[in-house]
C-alpha cells in the first residue's frame, strides 16, 4: 500500500512537471497532459474523473465559451489549431490578456430595480444589439469550409457588427451579401501603396463604412505554437499554402485583380501618421486604428482625425509585451477623453469580462478565438451559440450590479482587487 501511494504521488508530481513545460504548448499535448492530471486528483478526492475529458457533441451543450476550445481542437488539424492558439514565443501575452480580467471585482448593487436589461450601444451612426464585435480573424475556411459567411450569417441572426479581415478567405461582397448589412474592413496596409489602395477602394465600393487599419504588426512575429504545431501535423499541404506572398494571396481573394508582383508581406513595417494622413484622403471610409495600446498613441491619433481606436495586441500575436489590452485600456479611454469611440480586444471570455471593459472606459469589445472555436467545432450554430452564451452572462452581470442599460456601467461598477 506504501508502495502504491507514492507512485501514485510521483505520478502527479511528474504530470504537473509536463504541464509546466514547453511541451505542454504542442497542440495535442497539453489538453491530454493536463486532463490526465486533473482526472488523477479527482479521483483521490472520490470525484468522477470523466468529468474534465468531455468534449461538446453540440453547442447546445455548452457551458461556457472556454468549452469550444477543445471541440475545435478535436475538429481540426493540429496546424490549423496551432495557427489559431498561437501567440508569440512562449504565448505570454495571450495568456495575459485573459488573467487582466481577474485583477477586478465587480461592485454589485442592491435594490436598483435591475428589471429589463438593454445592453444597446451607439458606435458612430449605428445602433447595435450588444456592445459585442466580430473582430478579424483570418482564413476562416481553415476552420470551416463555409468560413466567413457562417461567421457573417450568425452575425445577422444575432445582430452584431462584424469586421472582416483583409486575409479573408471570402470576397467582401459576398460577405456582405450573407450578412445582410454593411461589415467592416480590416487593413492589413502591405508594402506596395497602390496594393494598399487597391483593397480600400474595392471595400469602400462594396459599402464597407470604416476600415480598421492594422498598425501593431511592426515586424515578422516568432509564433512559436504555431511552427511547434506544424512539426506534429503530417499532412501533405504544398497545395493549399504555396511559399511567399503570391502563394498566400491566391486563397485570399481581396488580391484579385490587383498586381502583387511587389508586394512582399501583408503589414508594412514602415508605417507612420504620414500613412494615415494619406488614408484619409484616399477613402471616404471612417478611418479606425486597430493596435492602439498607449497614451501616447492614442493622443496622436485624435490629433491626425482618426475616427477611432482598437485597443489590441493581435490577440497576443503581435509581440510579447506581456501587457494585456485591459491594462492599456484606461489610459488609452483617458486620452480619447470621448472624443472618438475605444474599442478593446483580446482575452474576452466571459460576459463579466465585457462588463470590465466597458466600466474601464470601452465603447465596444471584440473577440476572436471564441468565435472561431465556435465556427470550427460547429459552423454558423457554434458561432452563434458563443454570441447567445456570452450575451447572456453580460446580461446576468448587469442584473446583478444594477445596471439596467450599458451607459450605467461606470469606472465605479468595478473596482481593482487587493494585491
Not at 504521488?9 to 486533473?38: H, K, T, W
Not at 471593459?357 to 450554430?381: D, E, S
Request: with cysteine; hydrophobic share 40%.
Amino acid at each position: 500500500m506504501r508502495r502504491l501511494q507514492i507512485t501514485s504521488r510521483g505520478r502527479r508530481e511528474f504530470l504537473r512537471f509536463l504541464a509546466a513545460s514547453p511541451l505542454a504548448a504542442l497542440p495535442g499535448f497539453a489538453p491530454g497532459i493536463l486532463a490526465d492530471l486533473r482526472a488523477t486528483e479527482r479521483r483521490s478526492r472520490g470525484g468522477d474523473p470523466q468529468e474534465d475529458t468531455f468534449v461538446l457533441n453540440s453547442p447546445e451543450q455548452a457551458l461556457d465559451v472556454m468549452e469550444f476550445e477543445a471541440a475545435a481542437r478535436k475538429a481540426l488539424p493540429p496546424a490549423h489549431f496551432g495557427y489559431l492558439s498561437t501567440g508569440v514565443d512562449d504565448d505570454g501575452t495571450v495568456r495575459a490578456n485573459h488573467a487582466a480580467y481577474a485583477r477586478y471585482e465587480i461592485r454589485p448593487r442592491r435594490l436598483a430595480g435591475a428589471g429589463k436589461i438593454a445592453t444597446s450601444v451607439r458606435l458612430l451612426d449605428a445602433t447595435w444589439r450588444t456592445p459585442l464585435v466580430i473582430c478579424p480573424v483570418g482564413g476562416q475556411r481553415a476552420f470551416h469550409p463555409e468560413g466567413e459567411i457562417a461567421v457573417a450569417r450568425a452575425a445577422r441572426a444575432k445582430e452584431h457588427l462584424q469586421i472582416l479581415s483583409t486575409a479573408t478567405n471570402t470576397p467582401v461582397e459576398e460577405v456582405i451579401t450573407a450578412r445582410g448589412a454593411p461589415v467592416w474592413y480590416q487593413l492589413y496596409t502591405t508594402d506596395v501603396w497602390d496594393v494598399t489602395r487597391g483593397l480600400v477602394k474595392r471595400a469602400e465600393a462594396a459599402g464597407c463604412p470604416v476600415v480598421a487599419v492594422t498598425v501593431d504588426l511592426p515586424s515578422e512575429s516568432n509564433r512559436e505554437t504555431l511552427f511547434k504545431s506544424r512539426r506534429v501535423d503530417t499532412r501533405q499541404c504544398s497545395g493549399c499554402h504555396e511559399p511567399g506572398f503570391r502563394g498566400q494571396a491566391k486563397r485570399r481573394p481581396m488580391f484579385d485583380g490587383l498586381d502583387i508582383s511587389k508586394v512582399t508581406r501583408l503589414d508594412a513595417g514602415e508605417i507612420s501618421w504620414d500613412f494615415v494622413k494619406r488614408l484619409k484622403d484616399a477613402t471616404t471610409m471612417k478611418v479606425f486604428l486597430k493596435g492602439i495600446v498607449t497614451r501616447e498613441d492614442a493622443e496622436m491619433a485624435v490629433e491626425n482625425g482618426v475616427d477611432g481606436v482598437i485597443v489590441s495586441n493581435h490577440g497576443g500575436r503581435a509581440e510579447e509585451s506581456l501587457r494585456s489590452t485591459l491594462e492599456s485600456l484606461p489610459e488609452v479611454a483617458g486620452a480619447c477623453a470621448g472624443k472618438i469611440p475605444v474599442m478593446i480586444d483580446g482575452g474576452i471570455r466571459r460576459g463579466t469580462d465585457i462588463f470590465k471593459a466597458m466600466a474601464l472606459g470601452a465603447t465596444a469589445v471584440g473577440i476572436g478565438r471564441p468565435y472561431a472555436w465556435g465556427l470550427a467545432a460547429f459552423g454558423q450554430p457554434g458561432v452563434e451559440a458563443v454570441l447567445d452564451i456570452l450575451t447572456r452572462e453580460l446580461v446576468t452581470v448587469m442584473k446583478q450590479a444594477g445596471t439596467t442599460s450599458i451607459g450605467q456601467i461606470t469606472k465605479n461598477s468595478v473596482a481593482p482587487r487587493p494585491a
